[in-house]
Structure formats: structure tokens, C-alpha cells
């Protein structure tokens, strides 16, 4: 072979290596055209029904826009917080945040605390029929609202069951939803019966994961059984504690359906949260304020979730 041809022989091969790397590079390029194909109705579904809206509550929260100002939009004026500021200077919403305050913070624990007691039986202590047991105890969960509001009103009247158990055993029970002093922990306790199931099923879950050599090793060791629940079991559960918490905040923030069912915010707005008060101002017009209040509670949720994070990470 001459040297001219050796010379030659790597400018003959550069065509073909290039033309293999269009190729390849054309096939992703196909491939890629074609995963967005699939994707695009989720994508163009999600931006008409999910980022469309939010963005534009978030440019409403900014802005003085009413009921009056949806026929003529060049109206509206940008006020920055001036909505947030309204809000925080109103007591109704005042008293709305910290009727959801008290919402979370009794609610939230007495669901973990029951959830997870009733997830321990479930897997331990009921040896019979646990089948029905679990369908009974998640049934709240896929019960309809409505179903429920009408079940639990009776159950409140002055003269309803609850009054009468109450009763059978000398106490005088109060007319729970017409009281301001009772009407919370009356849509606290109809809350937490709905809701527990999830919270149960993801603990229970938990549960069936802990190896029970630990536990063995615990009764060898002498440690009781509460002993053994709180040193091996608890620290185990911190993942599904941390979903569970998380999950119960999420929903109890934005606590709606009991009160707009159950008691129209009332009596005296002392079952007013954030969240119908947003739908109160909505109704009313008001869809800048409406719109600032659903941020707070963004903010709200966003905020509890990170400190349940930073709780629950470390040994998670």
C-alpha cells in the first residue's frame, strides 16, 4: 500500500462517521418528538386546568380585581400586598386562621394518635375477622360528604344520640353545633372519624415492615411490650409518621367541606376557616382578597410541611 493511499484511507472513513452520528442524533431527535406526542394532552391539560389558574390567582392576589372587573380587565390595577395587608387588618380572617389553627393542632395528633392505636390492633391484637375490620374502619374515607353531614347532624341534635349517651350517664350535653364554645370540637370529632383511614392504612403498612426479630430480641432482652412499642417500633414508623403527618396537614388545612356543610362558618364564625373564608369572598366579589387569602394558606401548608420534614428527617 503507497503512501498516499494510507493518507487517503481516514478521510474516506470521516463521511461514513459522520453520517452514523446524524443518524443516531435524527433517531433521539424522533424519539423524543415522540415521547412529547404522548405526553402532550396531559401537558396541555395540566396548563388549561392546573398552571393557567394558578397563575392567574397568583396575578389576582396582586391586584384589585372584582366581580365588576371581569367584563372590563383593563381596569385592574396592580396594589402589591395591599390585598394581604386587608386581609391580616380584617378580624374575620383572624379569627378564621386561628379557627384553623385549632383545627390542625387538635386535630392532626388525635387522628395520628387514633390511627395508629386502631393500625396496632389491626395487626396485632384483632386475630379474627380483620377483613371487615379494615373495610369498616377505612369506609368513612369513600363515604360521601354529604352522606355524612346529614348522619352526624342527627347525631348533634339537642336531642340526638350523642345528647342521649350523654345523658344515660348524667351529663348534660350541649347543642353542639348552635354553640360556639362546642361547635369546633363537634366538626373535630366528625373530622377525625373521617378521616383516620388513610392515616391507618399507611401505618399499618409500617407495622407489617418492622422484622419481627427486633421484637424478639426486645422480649429477650426483657424490655415489656410498651417498652419494646416505644424504643423499636415508634423509631421504625418515622417514615410512615412523616407521610401521615404531612398528608393529615395538607388536608386539615384546608379544612371546608365540615363547615360549609355542617355549619355555614357559624355560630358567631367560630367554625370559619381560611378556606371558606376564601369562598366567602369569592362569593362576594372580592377575588383580589379571595385570591391573597388562598396564597397565606399556600404559605401555610408550605411552611408546617418544611418543619414536619426537618422533625422527621434526621432519623427517618
Known sequence: MTSASVETAPHQGTPRRRTAASQIASQRRRRTLIAWAFCSPFVVLFAAFGLWPVLSSLSMSVSDITSRDVRTPFNVNFVGFDNYATLFADPTFVRAGLNTLYFV?????????????VAVALNSGIQRAKGFFRVAYFAPVVTSIVAVAVVWRYLYKPDGVVNSVLSAVGISGPDW?????????????MAVWRTFGIPMVIFLAGLQSVPAELHEAARIDGASRWRAFRSVTLPLLRPATLVVAVLLSISYLQFFEEPFVMTSGGPLDSTTSISYYAYQQFGFGNYGVASAASYVLVAAIALLSVVQFRIFRAKA
Open 177 to 189: 353545633l348552635n354553640d360556639p364554645d362546642w361547635s369546633m370540637p363537634a366538626l373535630i370529632i
Open 105 to 117: 393542632a387538635v386535630g392532626i395528633p388525635l387522628t395520628m394518635v387514633i390511627a395508629l392505636a
